[in-house]
């Protein structure tokens, strides 16, 4: 028993002494600095860019839509004169590369990589199908991964360099109806971990991102399966509520925060934080829980496997006044064309 005591005092007093030592890291002067942002055209990838050009930065966007980027770039350019739009798809290396090899031309070597390109398939099990959890991980894992090592043998060249990882509370906490989603963001929380400790040699800073709901408006462009009317009213309507959810913009001003001082992880919302907390300290029961709400979703059946838009999958309820504040989270941030 004494041994033990010893023990746990001992790793008590490292982690003191190593949270000391990272609170010792001086905060990144964003002014001038090269900001890169995949899926940075809307939602919360949109008020990211809005918020690091506010504190100086130059920014780089890219996304698959050059509409979007165009729209994009109109609101962008009330903020700086500084901003590239680069359609790219970076799940493809070549594609990633290809971005930061402008971005070097344009701006000179990325000092931060904003990994926040994503998607999301809301829907029971039974209506998923192996594309589902291969684009899933496409997004969330080998985008992530393709730009990041795009962009380290310049930061270790100049032993400098900061990558946020936007995961998810569901890269933590699988949850019911999102399992592909889960899955890619659970790949990515694993990889940004890893990262940081890997990269801390080089004076590069990973931080690690996992929001719970967001209001950025995204619902409506999110794909639903099944009864995708009442999934899109659901997950809407949970996307909306103030006590559930955060708002895009004050969600950026706490990333950037993150990133700005080195932060290692960033977890967003107090039920997400809770719900972490959680799981850490009894996940079966937290497993329990969501199986009993997982019984209160809808049931299987609808349109199946056939995936649907959340503007397909309007109903009575949906969009109506309850989802208020994310109508108007996706006229600020270009989810409307």
């Not at 165009?70 to 359609?87: D, F, G, K, M, Y």
Request: hydrophobic share 45%; with cysteine; charged share 20%.
């Amino acid at each position: 028993m004494p041994t033990r005591t010893v023990t746990i005092a001992a790793g008590i007093a490292a982690g003191l002494l190593a949270a000391k030592w990272v609170r010792r890291i001086p905060n990144l002067d964003l002014q001038n600095k090269t900001v890169f942002i995949t899926g940075g055209s809307r939602g919360l990838g949109l008020a990211l860019a809005r918020e690091f050009a506010k504190r100086g930065a130059r920014i780089a966007i890219s996304a698959r839509a050059g509409d979007e980027l165009q729209r994009a770039a109109a609101q962008l350019e009330n903020v700086t004169s500084h901003v590239l739009t680069i359609e790219a798809d970076v799940t493809m290396r070549e594609e990633a590369e290809s971005a930061i090899a402008k971005i070097n031309e344009r701006f000179g070597f990325v000092d931060v990589l904003v990994n926040n390109a994503g998607t999301i398939t809301v829907g029971p099990l039974e209506t998923m199908t192996i594309d589902d959890f291969r684009e899933s991980l496409n997004t969330h894992f080998w985008g992530p991964y393709f730009a990041t090592m795009a962009v380290l043998p310049e930061m270790r060249r100049r032993g400098a360099g900061s990558i946020v990882n936007i995961s998810s509370v569901g890269g933590k906490i699988s949850v019911p109806h999102l399992l592909p989603y889960s899955v890619g963001k659970f790949a990515l929380t694993g990889f940004s971990e890893g990262l940081r400790a890997e990269l801390q040699k080089d004076n590069i800073h990973v931080t690690t991102v996992c929001p719970g709901l967001m209001r950025t408006g995204s619902p409506r462009n999110a794909l639903f399966k099944g009864k995708n009317e009442e999934e899109y009213a659901w997950f809407s309507i949970s996307d909306s509520l103030p006590i559930l959810s955060v708002a895009a913009n004050r969600a950026a001003r706490l990333i950037v925060d993150a990133c700005v001082q080195g932060r290692a992880e960033l977890i967003l919302s107090f039920p997400a934080k809770f719900g972490c907390l959680l799981h850490g300290i009894m996940p079966g029961t937290t497993t329990e829980i969501l199986a009993l709400m997982n019984r209160l979703l809808p049931a299987a059946g609808g349109t199946g496997p056939i995936a649907k838009t959340g503007r397909q999958s309007a109903s009575k309820i949906s969009p109506s006044w309850i989802t208020t504040l994310n109508e108007q989270a996706a006229k600020q941030n270009n989810q409307i064309a």
